[in-house]
């Protein structure tokens, strides 16, 4: 068998062993859904794939939480338990009906219109503080864009980004 095929046999057995311990954990806390499990695209600067689980519920508002603050909280105890039992580096991203992937797309669209907005009026705007999850993706997305530029700024849960037209001093 050649190394490719080990891989992906590998890869296969990870993926399996993640979706039955993430069903326990639910299935321990109480929800009734359905786990269902993909990968990504590839990343643009890792080139890897992500492993995503979406878990389906009627009970979302329960695991998503105000805010994302219950989802990002499942899935920081889901990796430490899979990656403790289950002895497996593979990364994975918790969604619950999709919340976490329309947000996503919700955010770089708000920082694409802001950047154009930027260009266009010749001048810095101040977005909403972010989570540092939700500041790489409006760094990620405008790093594109050559006519503006991001900085963070600010401390802690108010740290928020500056998207200021190139050639603005």
Do not use: W
């Not at 990364?91 to 009906?97: P, T, Y």
């Not at 770089?108 to 939700?134: G, H, T, V, W």
């Not at 790489?136 to 200021?164: A, C, M, P, Q, Y």
Request: charged fraction near 35%.
């Amino acid at each position: 068998m050649d190394n490719q095929n080990q891989s992906e046999i590998e890869r296969e057995q990870e993926k399996n062993n993640i979706e039955k311990k993430i069903t326990e954990i639910l299935d321990k806390m109480g929800f009734l859904f359905n786990l269902e499990m993909k990968e990504s695209e590839e990343d643009e600067k890792t080139q890897q794939k992500n492993l995503i689980c979406n878990i389906k519920t009627q009970e979302s508002n329960y695991l998503i939480g105000q805010h994302g603050v219950n989802l990002q909280a499942l899935q920081h105890i889901s990796r430490i338990i899979i990656r403790k039992q289950l002895d497996s580096k593979t990364d994975f991203i918790l969604d619950v009906n999709f919340y976490r992937q329309e947000k996503n797309k919700s955010i770089i669209e708000i920082a694409k219109n802001i950047a154009n907005q930027a260009i266009m009026e010749k001048k810095s705007f101040i977005l909403r503080p972010m989570s540092p999850y939700e500041r790489r993706l409006v760094h990620l997305e405008l790093s594109k864009n050559k006519e503006v530029s991001t900085e963070s700024i600010g401390e802690g849960e108010d740290r928020r980004i500056v998207i200021k037209p190139i050639g603005l001093i």
